[in-house]
């Protein structure tokens, strides 16, 4: 490491972390960061009116300072947790409220039209923070409105430093900036409208998709049930008809199940608690967990070249062994041809730790390949050996892991696009203690990304 990069290295330290928070906040960053940044922007010019047109140092050093405090606090957005977001808009509107009372005494008092901006404060406090401290805000605004009042009909002579030049530049600031502060929150609230309006229209595409799976899979068991109590009547051979009504009754059993997983998954209604965990014990869990499953197809699992022993991540065992990496092994199981092979492997790449499942199976088509993860519930498809699904798997494995904050890859090749046919899924979790830098363009569905063959 030269000279230069010794130097630099502090500064390059400060922009990853500043990086990697932001991509963890963004929409808190982005909502906060534009309140403040918009506040910090007109305080600026004030200040750069006083600097012109006021004679007092003290007036220009403790708006200066302010300016400053308040540059700063947007700054830090992008190094605090994002739990400290709340108590940082307080302080910055407390700020804001010190600098307008500061600004209005040496200005005029209540005879100047920047008292108007006491308003901004729970403007402010309305777009950031919860409905109370709206109201606290505007008690707190009102109060210091009524003491400049009573003291200027009091006959409080309040100082005017600012020359007639000064004045205008004043008055042009506070009639266009209101309207920009207005247009600003009116964006917010527009903004926050066609996004609650476009979540309601994927829940209630959900919705519909899902009665849609469950009426046909629930309809063909219960219509297998009907046929096999109708037949047990007539033919009195009760024992293969008993199985078949057991598999009917399963399989609606399994999809009611699935339904309240996904249910629970989704409403935050399971605590789930993320520790770190050893891969190769969910990975050895697992495979035994299968290994009734997989000998009657003859698939063997193996560890691939590239395995890094005793990874640890941050999750839940229990939701991810029996959710995600069951799920995951089950599906190579089923869409692998007998006596195939399912590769199993961990590698640490650039800041990220990947759980590779591959088989060499019939693959998935590219049409099939870009609709899996639109966030609806899909049709399950047979396996090799006729294996039938519910549909709901890879929804709840994309479920719980937005909830350990990982993603999922999957590249599969179909038997009619080549030789080398099969699927490889890919369960990526933040390495522990790891920054990420990793980029991909492969095609993203939210949480999730389907890589291209």
Known sequence: MNIIETILFPFKKLVNKAKFNYSNSKNDIDLFGGAILATNLLMWAYTLVVVRYVDS????YVCITVC????????????????????LANVLIAGGLIYQIFYNYYTGGFATST????????VFAGVLLERKWVYIWAVISVFVGCVFFFSYVGGYNFPRLLNPKGVVYIEFLTKFGWIGVLAYVISIFCTAQEQSRELLNKKNEKIDNLLTILTHDINNSLTVLKMANEMSKVTGDTKELQETMD?????????V??????????NDMD????????????????????????????????????????????????????????????NAIKFSKFNGNVDIGVRVNDGEVELVVKDYGVGIPKTSLVEIFQNKVNRSTPGTDGEKG???????????????????????????????????VRLVFKAIHGLSNFETNDFRFGNLVVKGV
């Open 247 to 255: 598999r009917a009754s399963f399989s609606i059993g399994e999809v």
């Open 115 to 122: 008292l108007v901006w006491l308003g901004a404060n729970a």
């Open 68 to 87: 400053f405090i308040q540059s700063i606090g947007f700054l830090s957005l992008f190094y605090l947790a994002k739990e400290n977001f709340k108590l």
């Open 257 to 266: 199940n699935n339904v309240r997983v996904l249910h629970r998954a989704e």
């Open 390 to 424: 519910t549909g709901f798997g890879l929804n709840i494995l994309n479920m719980f892991m937005k909830k350990f904050d990982g993603r999922v890859l999957i590249k599969s090749i179909s038997e009619d696009e080549g030789c080398e046919h099969g699927t490889e």
């Open 57 to 60: 140092s003290v007036v220009k």
């Open 271 to 330: 605590v789930i608690k993320c520790v770190p965990c050893n891969l190769d014990d969910s990975i050895e869990k697992c495979t035994k967990m299968l290994s009734g499953l997989a000998a009657k197809k003859g698939v063997n699992f193996r560890y691939a070249d590239f395995h890094c022993p005793d990874t640890k991540v941050l999750m839940d065992p229990m939701y991810f062994n029996h959710h995600v990496l069951e799920n995951v092994l089950s």
